[in-house]
DNA sequence: GGTAAACTTGATCGAACGACAAACAACTAC
DNA sequence: GTAGTTGTTTGTCGTTCGATCAAGTTTACC
């Protein structure tokens, strides 16, 4: 009963992907389902039957998101191995997806939907548990850090290094949708990651 | 000829002030024009009458809004007396007002319209000019450090350092509006400024 | 071939959108 | 009082919103 009836025209992973590219430069509000009909090269009533309602849709997009563009800065952390260097090339990588030429210069995850009307809150709440996420991922990575032995600070300074260092990522975004091209933000990075002797070593500073 | 005809029956500077919470909690987008009259207490019609279209009653709410939520951080900026304490307090001047009680957690400027429909194109173009004065002011107030003898870098550092700082503001909206605290942004802007004393020191660091 | 199942299309639903215009109300000038 | 001016209200303009449905099409199964 795997492939009964009319098979479909057009291939759900592609129309996903047109479907990022709209919700992406529009964000979730100001995309309508007629635009994306049109960008997906089907008409509304093949979305509902596919993907279900625009929120639904949605949200399968902001996976294909995660799975794309939010790879390369993961990797980073992943892969680095010390704290510090896994910090600094999670910002470049960061830098680098939000400067790409031919999509929009901003993460999505910040700017597909921060405000709205009432009705689309779920949206907006959906979006902020996926930016709590990044900053448990960065929170994780430098405790790592600290079993691994490459990074001293008492637990109370991770919370808050985390939570500077999630900001300005999300402070990355806001300059590049406004212009910024990819050696501004190396500038901000390299101003970022000057705090991190100081963080990292004089811990009182930075008991909130 | 300044009082003829029929007076209001409504104070604009206070249907202004009833607009500008609308448009605070919701975006300029996900705001209505149905929206806006009910909060204003006054038909669409004369809003229309009184303000224009909604945009340029979007146009004057944002001129509100620098003027009384904008004005602490510019303050800030203008009345410390070193380009540190300036800059200082200027964060913290923005942390007040992003967690203040009774607003929206967050910059309107910032968060009110980054992405959205092709038609409101002008509105996010205004605002990031806007945010582009900012950027602007801050670096205004480093060269005035220079020339105070308060603050020594070299002139593209000031630039780096101008445009981190603004990084930071911006991000913290973002950390605002996702539920952090006074206390968590305050944790952040002791990290931001502890890379002052770096920048300012070794400015090789920072040519970008 | 016949039937059931899956998909696509085109039309359309009620509601909401931004914007506006005519009718009415309230004031000043004379 | 009367005319002229301005503000408010009510209703509605044409459009678009997200969503759904019936009808038609294309396949697998028997």
Redesign the interface.
């Known amino acids: 009963m795997a492939t009964r009836g009319r098979p479909r025209t057009f291939d759900p992973d592609t129309a996903l992907r047109q479907a990022l590219d709209v919700f992406w ?3 979730y ?4 389902i007629n635009d994306l009909a049109e960008a997906m090269g089907i008409a509304s009533g093949s979305i509902y039957a596919c993907f279900g309602s625009k929120e639904d849709l949605f949200r399968k997009v902001m996976a294909l998101y995660g799975t794309t563009s939010g790879e390369p800065p993961r990797r980073a952390l992943r892969e680095q191995p010390t704290a510090r260097a896994a910090i600094h090339a999670m910002l470049r990588a960061t830098a680098d997806e939000i400067t790409r030429p031919g999509t ?1 210069h ?1 993460c999505m995850l ?3 939907a ?5 009705e ?1 809150h779920a949206v907006r709440e959906f979006l ?1 548990e996926l ?2 996420d990044m900053l448990t991922t960065i929170k994780d990575r430098l405790a790592r850090g600290v079993t691994d032995g490459d990074l001293t600070a008492p637990p109370a300074g991770l ?3 985390a ?2 260092y ?7 975004s ?2 590049a ?4 091209t990819r ?2 933000l ?3 990075i ?3 990651m ?2 991190w ?3 990292t070593s004089t811990p009182s ?2 008991s ?1």
Chains 1, 2 share one sequence.
């Open positions: 430069e529009r964000g509000e100001g995309t309508s929009p901003y910040i700017l597909a921060p405000t709205g009307a009432v689309n902020a930016r709590h919370d808050a290094i939570r500077y999630t900001t300005v990522v999300q402070g990355l806001i300059q949708r406004d212009g910024a050696i501004d190396e500038a901000i390299t101003c970022a000057a705090a002797d100081t963080l500073h930075i909130g």
